[in-house]
């Protein structure tokens, strides 16, 4: 079942995300999962990252950083929690009323499969002489999963190669109550933090098949976004076409295109994405 997102929501994601802190603070961590995102990095990990923006605007944040070694099979992997990374174990900050607490010791057990993560964790952590302890930590989430790759052709690409790290599937409504389904991939580049989104749009009204893209079709769209100063190019020429419809939850399909940025040369995308979103 696909949700009603923008196209700078983080990541389409249901289940939950709690934890225990106890300590400095004591407080029942509740992450706002519209603010959160789990992936993996283009460094060879993990992120799981819950944010929690309270009513009186106090931000806690978990952030777990962890070999992408696990298998995807539903296998539970277990990891120990230290304050230095290194390749078999787990890294978490714990950041509350503007403090980072370095967790250095605890565990954490996960298990991974057609995008359903479940996890639990238990840490203790601290920033200068402080200590926190977090426990009772689970995470319980399901996400969209599958393929979504760009190849990007010409100088003036933003990037070259695009293999997708969050795949969702969502829907927008306008104000005459028309429906259009977005399948999108990310990747986010670490350093600096900068988010690259490939979005397609089809009306609900359009059956599979093949679609001549252009400026003034608004049935079908491919659209590249940069979410730094580059911003959102759609694709005016190209064809895009679709074998299996967003609305059944598994959306697959390719593309052929040329975008033109206002300030930049032409460049081309061929791309192709198969993504399934059980997010209900």
Not at 136 to 158: K, L, R
Request: glycine share 8%; net charge negative.
């Amino acid at each position: 079942m696909t949700q009603t997102l923008n196209d700078s929501a983080v990541q389409n994601i249901s289940g939950s995300f709690t934890a225990q802190i106890e300590g400095e603070h004591n407080h029942a961590f509740v992450a706002q999962l519209d603010r959160s995102e789990i992936r993996p990095t283009m460094n060879g990990n993990w992120l799981i990252s819950g944010v929690q923006i309270t009513e009186t605007w106090e931000t806690y944040v978990i952030r777990i950083e962890l070999p992408d070694d696990f298998p995807g099979n539903g296998t539970e992997h277990t990891y120990s929690i230290r304050e230095q990374a290194d390749p078999d174990s787990a890294t978490v900050i714990v950041t509350m009323h503007s403090t980072d607490y370095i967790a250095d010791t605890g565990n954490i057990t996960l298990s991974l499969k057609k995008g359903k993560m479940s996890a639990t964790f238990k840490l203790l952590a601290k920033s200068a002489d402080k200590e926190i302890k977090v426990h009772n930590g689970e995470i319980q989430v399901q996400m969209g999963y599958g393929n979504f790759e760009v190849d990007f052709y010409g100088n003036s690409a933003p990037l070259k190669d695009f293999e997708a790290q969050v795949l969702d599937i969502y829907d927008r409504t306008d104000l005459d109550g028309n429906h259009t389904k977005f399948i999108r991939g990310q990747v986010t580049e670490e350093f600096p933090p900068i988010r690259n989104i490939v979005t397609v749009a089809l009306s609900d009204s359009l059956p599979p098949g093949t679609y001549s893209l252009s400026e003034s079709e608004t049935r079908a769209q491919v659209r590249f976004i940069r979410l730094d100063t580059y911003g959102v190019v759609m694709a005016h020429k190209g064809e895009l076409t679709i074998e299996s419809l967003p609305a059944t939850g598994h959306a697959v399909g390719s593309f052929s295109c040329t975008f033109k940025h206002a300030d930049h040369p032409e460049f081309t995308a061929q791309g192709s994405f198969d993504v399934t979103d059980s997010v209900v």
